[in-house]
Nanobody, 117 residues
């Protein structure tokens, strides 16, 4: 089992920055890829960014150049640095961890990010 706990959400003005954190615990040795997803009211959950155990990253087109995903393997923590935030970035952000060998997705409880115009 893997437990994920997000933190760092909040209210920020457009153009501002926030950094989200995701602390992982449990059977983290089985995790191949971690990522951030978000879900805005009335919309489906969407990919924001992912990072593999080898450090390869992938971003949604809507956040490229503004968001940066990273991970500290020693601290078992993943981050999402969000700059130049826009009102359309408002959503609940979820931490995700994927285990290839187990074929399981793990999810955090989510953290609210609200960007005011």
């Amino acid at each position: 089992q893997v437990r994920l706990v997000e933190s760092g959400g909040g209210l920020v003005q457009a153009g501002g920055s926030l950094r989200l954190s995701c602390a992982a615990s449990g059977s983290i040795f089985s995790i191949n890829r971690m990522g951030w997803y978000r879900q805005a009211p009335g919309k489906q959950r969407e990919l924001v960014a992912t990072i593999t155990s080898g450090g390869s990253t992938n971003y949604a087109d809507s956040v490229k150049g503004r968001f940066t995903i990273s991970r500290d393997n020693g601290e078992n923590t993943m981050y999402l640095q969000m700059n130049s935030l826009m009102p359309e970035d408002t959503a609940v952000y979820y931490c995700n961890a994927y285990s290839l060998v187990r074929g399981i997705d793990y999810w955090g409880q989510g953290t609210q990010v609200t960007v005011s115009s």
